[in-house]
């Protein structure tokens, strides 16, 4: 790990593999432009952050979320729960005007697939379902025997918080900055995912601390300075992604070199298996105007 | 999960399991004590941070590392290569006078086990190996059929870099600070893990950029300010750790609940399997003096 990189090493072979690396709308595409009404802005004091929403996915949650997020019902909320291993959930202060003032949602943890769907596939039999992949670069999860599909909880990914009930959800939401919380796959609304700015999203201010130790003060909780869609941010200060097309053909090359580690690193090879909360699906930033 | 905390609904329960909560010898004690001289505090510029060190299962790496501490070797070293949601390493100039200084290590990731090794088992058949559970508080991964054990890559988990060589690392370190490079299980020297300030690690200044963004200046990697054993530190500067007796019938009790989701949150059950990195082992502060 110190001189070779794993990662590195993956993207020279993809690198060797392809050609061209041009951005498009054609199937092999190995970048896809992000659509500017379905990626959020989201401003911390500390760094940007960029989401890619799943309307495909989760129409209704991201209606509702871009519909508030458009009228700046996030700007100076806080993140209020967060737990270190966890989620960072934000929203607005529980049972306040606010908060009552925004439509419930029914649950969209989950879709019904036919004989015509299809994901690039990363692996069969992992501990919560039959085959786990990607589709339009979200991490998928699916049980073919149930035809049923989902949006899994992966580092990064965006969803609905809510209470006991199914259909609860409203405003609130968490991003995962643990290990996969996979247990909560299909029972809760994911409805996006983190493509830019991470590493600012692992630096929110957790609110739990353990046993013995001091507090932390409410007035320290990480606030959100404002969410946009980028489509409403002024052109010049737009941060234009793109991410990797996960139906590309060099997209599953490089899914097919992480698993047989060919590098002189692996003088052992690991089990020829893949996490696919583990895999990258890496960005880039086109323009930063 | 706006009210309703998985994490506290589990603790709840063990509560009211368990009668008392003494820390001490005993097997069955909910709590154990570290050993200061197996104890590292890692002071950045943002927090502290408490290490556990393994040296019942990699001697000789721990027995380095802890020498290396003592020296004040990493002091002033920094975090080189921090890939979000990967790993963040650090050490000496790479190829330095210091650097060179290290002897070589022999590679310690795996052990062989008999018929009177236990340990408490949290899974079988996960992607990676025949079971996973803990022992010592640490995740372990365990094929029966092989009489073979290891310590898994798990967020939290240090481990000593090396170059394409088994027996090739000598000082350099890394945390795991995203979902669980498993695949590096067995071919790398897991010999500790963090205890305390995870929070902190995963504020690492990353070095790693995606495309088009702009570059980190070396001048602002972090820095170790200072790496010492807990028994080093004057006792009134201390930060005492106590972490889950993982061998307890609490800890047990513990993997069971949170296995079978009895919380009215959980309206629909999730499958019945825990991923070993995703379970929570609780620490606790006894006094910071």
Known sequence: MIKTTIKNIVTCCTLLFISACDAGNDNNAIWRKLNLNNT?????????????????FAPQHVAQFSQLTKQGFYDATKFYRVIDGFVAQAGPKDGSEKDKSVPILAME?????????????????DLFAQQTG??????????????????????????????????????????VIGQAPRYLDRIMTVFGRV???????QAIQRTSVVEGDYAVDHRDFTAIVKMQLMSDVPETERLLIEVENTESAAFSERL??????????FYKKPPPVLDVCQVPVRSRIVTTK
């Open 109 to 125: 943890s989950e879709w019904t697939t036919d004989k015509t769907w299809s994901f690039t596939q990363v692996q069969t039999q």
């Open 134 to 175: 990607f589709k339009d670069s979200f991490a998928v999860a699916a049980n073919p025997s149930e035809n049923k599909a989902w949006l899994t909880h992966c580092p990064g990914t965006l969803a609905m918080a809510r209470n006991n009930e199914a259909d609860s959800a409203s405003s609130h939401f968490y991003f």
């Open 40 to 56: 959020v802005l989201l401003t911390l004091p500390h760094g940007k952050v960029v989401i890619e929403l799943a309307p495909q």
């Open 195 to 201: 493509v830019y700015g991470m590493q600012y999203i």
């Open 256 to 265: 097919t070199k992480r698993r047989v580690r060919e590098s002189a690193f």
